[in-house]
């Protein structure tokens, strides 16, 4: 869970992102904190601390007041907003893989929004580096390539930072198409779902860009390309 704290020093806000101790391994946490603060750009959340508690460790980051971009998700946007929320995201995953830091899990829920405007990549938990090719499955299935779930049944190794440019499509799929990919919903054999994703065509369906502005239609079939 994540609530607002302030210091009272000097009453400035922050975000405190509670997490249980128990979900991943000090190691998990630690690199999680160092890849975001590698990955910092005016388009990444930007992080301060990790304090480890009994049972339980807390994040404290910049606060972000206006919610994450799943809640725009079904909204008509106008073009140039969506272009501008593209960007932004682009522009922190360029970041980030100039680092040498693949975030590995973009999706709506991890792209939060500013009350002013900003728009920013946050979560870096399954975060890796871009130096050698992954041989794992990593991610949120629905906005993974096809070379990323086929991993679960062949070790090929595969570029974690093209994984993210696929995902921004997909999220950016979710977002002009204004509905959530099929696959997202729960009941889908897990097994099942990745013998899905390695089958289906990843270019978006007539449907989906019949009535789309032609430049964000070729967003889309840019970002969507496999690797």
Do not use: W
């Amino acid at each position: 869970k994540v609530q607002l704290v302030t210091r009272v020093a000097d009453d400035q806000l922050f975000a405190a992102k509670f997490q249980p101790l128990h979900a991943a391994t000090s190691e998990m946490i630690l690199a999680e904190f160092q890849n975001q603060k590698l990955a910092s750009s005016p388009n990444t959340v930007e992080i301060y601390d990790v304090y480890f508690l009994e049972d339980s460790v807390v994040f404290i980051m910049e606060p972000m007041m206006g919610g994450d971009l799943l809640k725009l998700v079904g909204k008509k946007l106008p073009i140039p907003v969506s272009a501008y929320i593209a960007k932004s995201i682009m522009s922190g995953l360029l970041a980030s893989h100039a680092n040498d830091v693949a975030h590995c899990d973009i999706k709506p829920e991890n792209i939060l929004l500013g009350l002013n405007g900003e728009v920013k990549i946050c979560d870096y938990g399954l975060s890796q580096s871009t130096y050698d090719y992954s041989t794992s499955a990593v991610g949120t299935p629905p906005m993974m390539a096809p070379e990323i779930a086929l991993c679960v049944f062949e070790q090929l190794g595969y570029d974690a930072s093209k994984g993210d440019i696929f995902a921004l499509g997909q999220t950016m799929r979710e977002l002009l198409v204004g509905e959530l990919l099929t696959m997202r919903f729960d009941g889908v054999d897990e097994f099942a779902l990745y013998h899905q994703l390695n089958r289906r065509p990843t270019q978006p369906t007539t449907r989906e860009v019949e009535n789309m502005d032609a430049s964000a239609a070729q967003f889309l079939r840019m970002t969507l390309q496999q690797f």
